[in-house]
Nanobody
Framework: QVQLVESGGGLVQAGGSLRLSCARS????????MAWFRQAPGKEREFVAV????????SYIDSVKGRFTISRDNAKNTMYLQMNSLKPEDTAVYYC?????????????????WGQGTQVTVSS
């Protein structure tokens, strides 16, 4: 059973930085795609970034390109989201998700494994 645990959220001023971590425990496979999603109050959960575990290919939502970087450490079974130049509109609960697949998947409905979420609040 694979489990995901996020950490690293918090309160930061606009323009600041945070790094989120998603640790994956349990049985692991080479071909696991992992992603970050976020959900702001009153809004649907949206895709933020994805990384393929097999070849490291990535994709981002347009609003975070150039500010966020997704990465992974295979040896530690951990995925990261480095968030720079944070804006108040980045405020949300951030979730990591995983799916046994070699493709970078951006549709939240395709993911079967989710973490508990970590709150990110950006003050203006």
């Amino acid at each position: 059973q694979v489990q995901l645990v996020e950490s690293g959220g918090g309160l930061v001023q606009a323009g600041g930085s945070l790094r989120l971590s998603c640790a994956r425990s349990g049985r692991t496979f080479r071909s696991y795609t992992m992603a970050w999603f976020r959900q702001a109050p009153g809004k649907e959960r949206e895709f933020v970034a994805v990384i393929s575990w097999s070849d490291g290919s990535t994709s981002y939502i347009d609003s975070v390109k150039g500010r966020f970087t997704i990465s992974r450490d295979n040896a530690k079974n951990t995925m990261y989201l480095q968030m720079n130049s944070l804006k108040p509109e980045d405020t949300a609960v951030y979730y990591c998700a995983a799916k046994y697949s070699s493709r970078p998947i951006t549709n939240r409905n395709d993911y079967t494994l989710w973490g508990q979420g970590t709150q990110v609040t950006v003050s203006s």
